[in-house]
């Protein structure tokens, strides 16, 4: 009978052991993805790219106006500056930068327009309309 008590003693601590070292590993875990990320999720990384895809490749000059109106309010919306999205326009040999706010008077809506995309860690965060 002490054999019994005793065996179920050890079993249990041993079972306590297990999850004290395995709530020990996900905080952890949770901890290194809190400084390893960016602070958004894939999801809210597809869609704030979302946002953007649209208006890749060739567009009139009103499209890359809608563009830049877009990259104003996605600015305006966050806090966080490293999910900025930085506009470069290039054009007759200048080449202009903007952050938070960029100008769509520079635009001229009856020229054609091409939009590149940069990425930097799976999300958009450079525009370049030339």
């Given amino acids: 009978m002490e054999n019994a008590s005793k065996a179920l003693i050890i079993a249990g601590a041993i079972l306590l052991a297990i999850l004290l070292i395995s709530l020990g590993i996900l905080i952890f875990n949770q901890a290194q993805d809190t400084v390893n990320n960016s602070g958004m999720s894939q999801a809210e990384i597809t869609a704030f790219n979302n946002k953007f895809l649209k208006y890749e490749g060739t567009q009139?000059?009103?499209?890359?106006?809608?563009?830049?109106?877009?990259?104003?309010?996605?600015?305006?919306?966050?806090?966080?500056?490293?999910?900025?999205?930085?506009?470069?326009?290039?054009?007759?040999?200048?080449?202009?930068?903007?952050?938070?706010?960029?100008?769509?008077?520079?635009?001229?809506?009856?020229?054609?327009?091409?939009?590149?995309?940069?990425?930097?860690?799976?999300?958009?965060?450079?525009?370049?309309?030339?």
């Fill in 60 to 130: 009139k000059g009103s499209v890359a106006k809608s563009l830049i109106n877009e990259v104003i309010a996605s600015n305006a919306d966050d806090n966080n500056p490293d999910v900025q999205v930085r506009v470069v326009q290039k054009g007759n040999g200048s080449q202009l930068s903007f952050t938070t706010t960029p100008n769509t008077r520079c635009i001229d809506t009856t020229q054609e327009y091409t939009i590149d995309l940069g990425y930097s860690e799976g999300r958009v965060n450079k525009i370049n309309i030339k």
